[in-house]
């Protein structure tokens, strides 16, 4: 039998309370088929369609990793809307509840920048954000992201298709090579295929199926 407990993992202990109070017990299959990986820190592309669990996924490899104590930006997760930023930061914060004093911060576009920056200054350990947005920071110098650790690229099909190839490109520059990434998306155009190659390093490709 495939072992697709969560407690097949080793993941932390506050973790793994988390998901029992989350009621998650059982792995989906894209989550089965990636956390191993994730959690030897592993480079991987992962094709699921939607609501097949990739955010849990790449939040519990993000988190894993994590290390409270060093105040620093360890992980940045990008997605293409504002909407879908929310929901990855509010998945997240429920994963990590219970890890003492851990800073979750969103950035995205439409509304204003100001009280972004006041966040930023007050330091963070993971940053949830939109493409425009992030990219905004960095250029005007109030996001730092040399200690980044780990990069997600969520819905990296639907990022593309909004136009987000370059924004990426410059956003990636600023983030150490040495670092693992993680990329999701639905479909596997042309298109994330060569973002990848620029992107990832050596990546595992993880391809769950639709079942009929
Ligand atoms: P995707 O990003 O693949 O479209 P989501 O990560 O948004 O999908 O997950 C879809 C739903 O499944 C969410 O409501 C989430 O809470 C739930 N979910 C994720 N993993 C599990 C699990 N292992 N057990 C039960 N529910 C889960
Ligand atoms: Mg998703």
């Known amino acids: 039998?495939?072992?697709?407990?969560?407690?097949?993992?080793?993941?932390?202990q506050e973790l793994t309370d988390n998901l029992s109070t989350l009621g998650y017990t059982q792995m989906t299959p894209v989550q089965a088929q990636s956390l191993p990986v994730i959690l030897q820190g592993?480079?991987?592309i992962a094709q699921a369609k939607t609501g097949s669990g990739k955010t849990a996924a790449f939040s519990l490899g993000v988190l894993a990793?994590?290390?409270?104590?060093?105040?620093?930006?360890?992980?940045?997760?990008?997605?293409?809307?504002?909407e879908l930023a929310e929901q990855v930061a509010e998945e997240v914060r429920k994963l990590a509840r219970g890890i003492h004093n851990i800073k979750v911060l969103t950035l995205c576009g439409g509304v204003s920048i100001g009280p972004q920056i006041g966040?930023?200054?007050?330091?963070?350990?993971i940053i949830v954000g939109t493409?425009?947005?992030?990219?905004?920071?960095?250029?005007?110098?109030?996001?730092?992201?040399?200690?980044?650790?780990?990069?997600?690229?969520?819905?990296?099909?639907?990022?593309?298709?909004?136009?987000?190839?370059?924004?990426?490109?410059?956003?990636?520059?600023?983030?150490?090579?040495?670092?693992?990434?993680?990329?999701?998306s639905?479909?596997?155009?042309?298109?994330?295929?060569?973002?990848?190659?620029?992107?990832?390093s050596n990546p595992e490709m993880i391809k769950v199926e639709e079942e009929q």
């Open 1 to 12: 039998m495939t072992a697709t407990a969560f407690s097949s993992l080793a993941l932390p």
């Open 42 to 44: 592993k480079d991987i």
């Open 65 to 82: 990793k994590l290390n409270v104590k060093r105040f620093r930006i360890q992980s940045l997760i990008l997605c293409p809307t504002r």
């Open 119 to 125: 966040s930023l200054e007050h330091g963070a350990h």
């Open 131 to 184: 493409p425009g947005r992030v990219d905004d920071h960095i250029r005007k110098g109030t996001l730092r992201l040399n200690d980044v650790e780990t990069l997600v690229l969520d819905e990296a099909d639907q990022m593309l298709d909004m136009g987000f190839q370059d924004t990426l490109d410059a956003i990636v520059e600023s983030i150490p090579n040495q670092r693992q990434t993680l990329l999701f």
């Open 186 to 200: 639905a479909t596997y155009p042309k298109s994330i295929a060569a973002i990848a190659e620029r992107v990832l």
